[in-house]
């Protein structure tokens, strides 16, 4: 059983990521004007580079009865149910591992520095470019002079970007280093299950619910929560089976992090 990637973004079964990406990555020009973002091609051309590297597959997907049985349920495609989730697991990854931090922008990082070489005029440097080293290896600053001169520096470019309002209130996360944090588990499931949540309401999916008779009963799941449940633990991000039999575990999650707000930044899906 194979499934072939997606040649185009017209490629029919791109529907559903496509319809998430019109959701969540939308960009506003100077005219009040919005576009669609570039996640869906960042996506699209990693897929045909074949550099996401999932540790799951097509085929232990399609054997998986719960989660293709709920899909199914709800009319959906398969296809584009696949897709659309590793388009989720994608930008999952990415938003949480190796991140770098940008609850403070530029501007209050310096006045941050510089107020600290104020309070602690004895203060040691270190610079080195990796943080295992012992502090014997790195290259430390100590002396007066040249803690005068960082400050003196530091004020200088504060004057500079308090001239100007856009660069004050700016982020600038674009730099190679300082992509180094790895977000607990917990977040990268509550951030997939949101992903999804959204999907669904994009996806305009109805309230469901399992047909009962005196006789049978209806093997299929249409808890939209226990499907997303179980979605994490066949993506592996968890390895409680509890995920699997009902939806308490991440509903106490959602709970856990109920109105966080993402304050890190990646290198992929910007």
Known sequence: MECGLPTNMNDPRMEYALELAYRIDVEIDENDCGFLGTWINIFLSRLRQNVIDPPFTWEAFCD?????????????????????????????????????????????????TRDYIDEH??????????????????????????????????????????????????????????????????????????KFKTLFEVLNLPEKRARYTRDTTDPVSYNKLLLISRLLYFCKFTKNTAFVVDDSSIKGIIQQYKGYRRCYTSKIYV
């Open 121 to 194: 005029p004895n203060a040691y440097i270190y610079i080195s470019d990796d943080r295992e080293l012992r502090k014997k290896n790195r290259l430390e600053i100590s002396t007066p002079w040249m803690l005068y001169t960082i400050r003196k520096r530091l004020d200088e470019e504060i004057k500079r970007i308090e001239k100007d309002e856009f660069l004050k209130l700016g982020v600038f996360p674009y730099m190679e280093k300082g992509y180094d944090i790895q977000l607990p588990p917990t977040l990268q499931m509550y951030y997939m299950a949101q």
């Open 64 to 112: 998986n009865t719960d989660i293709i049985g709920t899909i199914k349920g709800y009319g959906m495609d398969v296809e584009k149910f696949w897709f659309v989730l590793l388009f989720i697991y994608d930008m999952t990854i990415d938003h949480t591992t190796n991140v770098a931090d940008r609850s403070k922008n530029y501007y209050e990082l310096l006045i941050e």
